[in-house]
């Protein structure tokens, strides 16, 4: 069975290409974008929610700490809210 890496980026605006032409020399491709920097809907009452899988919760706090440090670590130029989601396969194991 295959099994990816994921990793979720922020790039500056106007280096999309650039960018994204690194990563895919290393061996990530591209699966999705999406505006970061939203706030979560409030948690559902206990018994309510729907099951999480824990690869996507982990996407959602990677996507937050990206947020986080992109406030405080703010360049002067311009910069988009978009988060890149890039996957790449892990080796088979042996």
Known sequence: MQRWEYKVVSFRAGTYTASLNAYG????????VTEGGQEAPPAEPAGRSIPMPRAIGRLEDAAARINK??????????????????????????
Do not use: H, M, Q
């Open 69 to 94: 440090l992109g406030a405080k670590n703010a360049p002067a130029e311009a910069t988009t809210n978009l988060l890149w989601v890039l996957r790449r396969p892990l080796p088979e194991e042996s």
């Open 25 to 32: 020399l290393e061996g990530w491709e591209l699966i999705s």
